[in-house]
């Protein structure tokens, strides 16, 4: 208790204390983010705010600031703020305002990616389901409805941070903001409609007034004055679409994310360390690491479908909070020698140079006389030596050696100083505790189904408030059906848009199908045993997370969606699709 209190004690002093600090200042030029008339090389990384515990935070957010981060990035979870139409929620995992003053105590910026659409492998992208079913509605595109809900949780957010006082004009730790995510691929899609919703997304933004700037990653056409950014594996390459605005790299992916029944993504750290260090030189002034911390899936968040509970993601911090080695080391060094070389990275364009067939010079020179090199080795199999300004450096292969006097290397990205460590998992308490229970399957007479001809799509009728969907009818066969004399049993066929379907018959399990993350849609078609009479079908349908990206992902469905046939019969085929279905949520 008394750690709590001095913390809020803390939190509240800091906020009070900022409101009467001298007026601050975040633009940008062709060099870089300028805060408070300083050009930075920002040093960043995502730790997304509902995929840890608030007791968590303060340790994250510290190991971030030992392994060298100058900036905290995270998403806005739309669906986990505004579960339904007005009802606000902010509290526990939620609670995004603490989450940021904690940043802001340990002394680093943050970057709010307030969307309000997220992807993140989030359940919906970040979508409310209930936004689904506004009246005329179609997603991220030039339509009203749309819009309206979209900048009426823009304008909440903002002005919950102004608020609070939370930008950095204000004294505040947020010194960027991001709206939309990864839209350009859509727009491309889908011409002219895409191309208008961007031009007023970005509109929309810079109206809010700020006062930091506003970006939008993976869009060419970002309207001035927002700043266009990458995401990728890798981004040298990239050029914003204005010679005054800086290169910037929102997501520098650490790992990759896990899917149900997939391999556990890695990315070494040699790899990631190279990325930026070539980055750096190509004159990159902003890298964040998506993930830093990648944490978990908590209930029901993840999307897809198929996307696991953990999202370890292989980041710097894994899912436990714990420090990965080599990664975070090697990064955190990493991170100490381009701070070193801040002086001169910030001032000039680079000298670019040959230092053989596959190496290069890329030094950096200011007026005020810093000077920076970085040795490079694109060679994927050879070790090189290399002679830079008359002294002879050894380059091992696919690296980069980092001097920030010109002189001494300080730093290479092949090259491991970081310790290498292994985790054992050791049990603190007593073995769980575990029970069983056996259900009866319901059916189609049950008192509190929902009747309906025909066949329902699931999230019409869960709303995704569980994943579980009943698809409950009775089937009446004939005492003198032939399959009776023959042997042979009837075949069930049911066609269902996904994404896992458990089939009882007469209240037994007939047999279960799942999709996966390329295909959620499946098939079940068996052979199965039936009585003279009445048959009671129970079909329990499983959503594994909402999808999370593709054009108009809202029109996709989920659930039993039919044809369902029985073959076999007297008649032949018969096809139950229209008949009477009972619809039970659990």
């Known amino acids: 208790m008394w750690e ?8 509240w002093l800091l906020s009070s204390s900022w409101v009467f600090s001298v007026s601050a200042t975040v633009s940008y030029d062709s060099k870089a983010i300028i805060i408070n008339g300083r050009r930075m090389i920002l040093l960043s990384g995502s730790i997304h705010y509902p995929r840890s515990t608030p007791e968590m935070w303060p340790d994250l957010i510290a190991k971030a600031k030992e392994g060298g981060l100058d900036v905290i990035q995270t998403y806005v979870f739309w669906n986990g703020h505004e579960p339904s139409p007005g009802q606000y929620y902010f509290e526990d995992r939620y609670d995004l305002v603490r989450f940021i ?7 680093l910026y943050v970057h709010l990616r307030i969307g309000p659409y997220v992807c993140a492998e989030w359940n919906f992208g970040g979508f409310p389901v209930w936004l689904k079913y506004v009246p005329g509605i179609a997603f991220r595109t030039d339509n009203g409805p749309f819009k309206a809900a979209m900048q009426k949780f823009t304008e909440k957010i903002v002005s919950m941070m102004k608020e609070e006082k939370l930008f950095e004009t204000q004294g505040g730790p947020i010194i960027m903001s991001q709206i939309e995510n990864e839209f350009g691929p859509v727009e491309w899609e889908i011409g002219a409609p895409g191309k208008a919703y961007t031009k007023w997304a970005a509109e929309m933004a810079v109206g809010l007034r700020t006062g930091v700037p506003w970006i939008m990653c993976k869009q060419d056409d970002a309207p001035d004055p927002v700043i266009n950014t990458c995401n990728g594996f890798y981004c040298e390459n990239f050029t914003p679409n204005a010679i005054y605005k800086p290169k910037m790299w929102t997501e520098n992916w650490t790992g990759w994310y896990t899917e149900f029944g997939g391999a556990v993504p890695t990315r070494p750290a040699e790899d990631i360390a190279f990325s930026v260090a070539r980055f750096i030189q190509n004159g990159g002034s902003f890298v964040n690491y998506y993930m830093y911390h990648g944490g978990t899936n908590f209930g029901r968040t993840a999307g897809g479908p198929f996307i696991a509970t953990s999202y370890d993601y292989d980041a710097p911090i894994d899912e436990y909070g714990l420090p990965r080695e080599p990664k975070w080391g090697h990064l955190r060094d990493l991170h100490k020698a381009i701070k070193l070389s801040e002086p001169a990275l910030v001032s000039a364009d680079p000298a670019v140079t040959s230092l053989g067939s596959n190496q290069e010079a890329h030094v950096f020179k200011s007026k005020s006389g810093a000077c920076t090199a970085f040795l490079a080795n694109y060679d994927t199999k050879y070790f090189v030596k290399v002679t830079f300004g008359n002294v002879q450096y050894d380059l091992p292969r696919w690296s980069i050696s980092i001097l920030p006097d010109c002189k001494t290397a300080v730093f290479n990205t092949a090259r491991l100083g970081a310790q290498s460590s292994q985790k054992k998992m050791i049990p603190v308490n007593s073995v769980f505790s575990w029970q069983s229970y056996n259900e009866e399957s319901p059916s189609a007479d049950d008192q509190d189904a929902t009747v309906n001809d025909g066949l329902w799509e699931q999230i019409y009728v869960t709303r995704d408030a569980s994943d579980y969907l009943w698809y ?9 059906g032939g399959f009776f004399k023959s042997g042979l049993d009837p075949l069930l066929t049911i066609w269902s848009a996904g994404h896992a379907l458990h089939v009882f018959i007469n209240g037994k399990l007939s047999g279960t199908v799942y999709g996966g993350l390329e295909n959620p849609k499946l098939t079940f078609s068996n052979n199965v045993k039936l009585r003279a009479g009445i048959n009671k079908i129970s079909l329990l349908s499983v959503a594994v997370g909402l999808p999370n990206v593709g054009t108009h992902f809202e029109t996709w469905n989920a659930g039993v969606l039919g044809p369902v046939t029985l073959k076999g019969l007297n008649e032949g ?5 229209n008949q009477k279905w009972s619809y039970k949520v659990c």
């Open 4 to 11: 709590k209190n001095m913390l809020t004690l803390m939190l």
């Open 101 to 107: 003053k904690l940043v802001q105590l340990a002394g």
């Open 472 to 480: 409950m009818t009775d089937v009446n066969i004939d005492p003198n």
């Open 573 to 577: 085929t018969r096809d139950l699709s």
